[in-house]
Nanobody
Framework: QVQLVESGGGLVQPGGSLRLSCAAS????????MSWYRQAPGKERELVAT????????IYLESVKGRFTISRDNAKKTVYLQMNSLKPEDTAVYYC?????????WGQGTQVTVSS
């Protein structure tokens, strides 16, 4: 079955960096677009970034453009989110997502906390 396992979250000071990873299994990773979402306390889950199958196209939430980079390694079946210049408002649980056969699948999430 489809499994997504995120890692790489943690506590970081404002201006710092983190790299999130999402290891996928149970489907043909290379032919599906992958996304990162986040959900802050008391807020709805929002789309942060999406990458197409070969990585040729990406889209970003306006507030993270120029600071976050989504990438993928199809050989490793892994999608990444490099987060630089982190701000307190980036604090959230970050989730990996794939829409597989019209059904959205989610990982367990990884907590990112940006605080001094």
């Amino acid at each position: 079955q489809v499994q997504l396992v995120e890692s790489g979250g943690g506590l970081v000071q404002p201006g710092g960096s983190l790299r999130l990873s999402c290891a996928a299994s149970g489907f043909t990773f290379s032919i599906y677009a992958m996304s990162w979402y986040r959900q802050a306390p008391g807020k709805e889950r929002e789309l942060v970034a999406t990458i197409t199958t070969a990585g040729g196209s990406t889209i970003y939430l306006e507030s993270v453009k120029g600071r976050f980079t989504i990438s993928r390694d199809n050989a490793k079946k892994t999608v990444y989110l490099q987060m630089n210049s982190l701000k307190p408002e980036d604090t959230a649980v970050y989730y990996c997502n794939v829409l597989f056969r019209r059904i959205p699948y989610w990982g367990q999430g990884t907590q990112v906390t940006v605080s001094s």
